[in-house]
């Protein structure tokens, strides 16, 4: 069975552009989760998708936003980078919301210059 | 928040038993979870604590005390290959908050 794709795994970008990063699932999974893990901050939640709807939120600025597909695949996109987005971008995949074992992709690592 | 606090970094020798410890300040949570991650690699999951007390699997164990606020992830029988970073995480309404992640370098 596979695990969890991202893509692409790493990405240079410079300022103001926008970026769209992939996520698909293990098959059989519906939920996506995706984080942004940093040196100093470490892994932090930025949005669930189940069923292709949000299910829940993290305290990131509305230029980060994602979308799920009706095959469970999902995106995360953010506009107008800045110097401070840089960081692995991980989505997490797991059979449904409320579920609490999750299997991590191997990340995007992002770049902003 | 959940204010998670790690150690950033530890140093142990194989074959040795290590304890990586984990702070917290919540007033509740469904779930405390340990992953472990491989530098450049995605985090894996270990282990994780619903109920205070000791959980077991194989060379890893992880505790829990609700009521201090703290759990802790032993590692007996270190070998290189343990060398990576910890992560501990609060599981609470659907989500997970992460710790910053303590780096254990295994010695020989």
């Known amino acids: 069975k596979a695990g969890v794709t991202q893509t692409p795994r790493y990405l240079i970008k410079t300022r103001g552009q926008q970026v769209t990063l992939s996520c698909s699932p293990i098959s059989g999974h519906r939920s996506v989760s995706w984080y942004q893990q940093t040196p100093g901050q470490g892994l932090q939640f930025l949005f669930e998708?189940?069923?292709?709807?949000?299910?829940n939120k993290g305290n990131f600025p509305g230029r980060f936003s994602g979308r799920q597909f009706s095959n469970s695949r999902s995106e995360m996109n953010v506009s107008t980078l800045e110097l401070g987005d840089s960081a692995l971008y991980l989505c997490?995949?797991?059979?449904?919301?409320?579920?609490?074992?999750?299997?991590f992709g191997a990340g995007t690592r992002l770049s902003v210059l | 928040g959940q204010n998670i606090d790690q150690p950033t970094e530890m140093t142990a020798t194989e074959g040795a038993i290590v304890q990586i410890n984990c702070t917290y300040q919540?007033?509740?949570?469904?779930?405390l979870f340990w992953y472990q991650q491989h530098a450049g690699e995605a985090p894996t999951f270990l282990s994780y604590?619903?109920?205070?007390g000791l959980e077991e699997k194989g060379r890893f164990s992880s505790f829990l005390s609700r009521s201090k606020g703290y759990s802790y992830l032993l590692l007996k029988e270190l070998q290189m290959k343990d060398s990576a970073s910890y992560l501990c995480a609060l599981y609470n309404f659907n989500k997970f908050y992460f710790g910053s992640g303590t780096k254990l370098n295994v010695k020989p």
């Open positions: 998708y189940f069923s292709e709807t949000q299910r």
């Open positions: 604590n619903v109920l205070d």
């Open positions: 997490a995949s797991k059979v449904r919301t409320g579920e609490n074992i999750q299997y």
């Open positions: 919540t007033s509740g949570f469904n779930g």
